[in-house]
């Protein structure tokens, strides 16, 4: 879990880099600013209860800052989504950030298709307002990684604790 905040925090700090709206930048880093330092709290908190052994106390713990963890990557994607849809400059020939640039664009494209069929099959009440029953959500960032990387199928039992992780890696 602490390898896979580390790849969300890389993945933020690099959109950030190239974020043409300000605030949207700001948001973004102080997303991941916070996600770096829930992930160092789980690191730590995750060896002290492998040297302490099992406990109910280390065990709720342990799970709360996972917990944490999993707030604070939503909220970097939820970041992450907004400067996508403001807008981000042009990657440098860094294989890692034309890589999150590619996710990006993956992600908007998506979001650009899916509006524009909400927009042309709508169905309209009496009043003219779109109906909500039956509409499909919109793509989320969080969505698209989910479906590039089942968690249940790529996330080993015991991982290696140092393995290096890509930003977008399929173990995200």
């Known amino acids: 879990m602490v390898s896979h905040g580390q790849v969300v925090v890389k993945f933020g ?18 997303a991941t600013e916070h996600t770096q330092s829930v992930s160092s ?16 106390a280390s065990s709720e713990l342990l799970l709360s800052n996972v917990q944490n963890l999993i707030q604070a990557v939503h909220h970097v994607l939820r970041a992450a989504e907004a400067a996508c849809v403001k807008g981000l400059g042009q990657p440098s020939a860094d294989p890692e950030e034309e890589e999150v640039a590619a996710f990006c664009q993956q992600w908007r494209k998506n979001l650009t298709q899916h509006r524009a069929k909400e927009a042309l099959n709508s169905d309209r009440d009496e009043l003219g307002l779109r109906k909500t ?8 960032l969080m969505s698209l990684v989910q479906e590039q990387t089942p968690w249940s199928r790529n996330t080993p039992k015991h991982p290696n604790p140092r393995k290096e992780h890509t930003v977008m890696d399929r173990h995200m």
């Open 13 to 30: 700090n690099i959109l950030a880099k190239h974020c043409l709206d300000q605030r949207c930048c700001t948001d973004l880093l102080r």
């Open 41 to 56: 709290q789980l690191s730590i908190v995750a060896r002290v209860k492998a040297v302490t052994g099992e406990s109910k």
């Open 133 to 140: 029953r039956g509409a499909k959500a919109e793509p989320t």
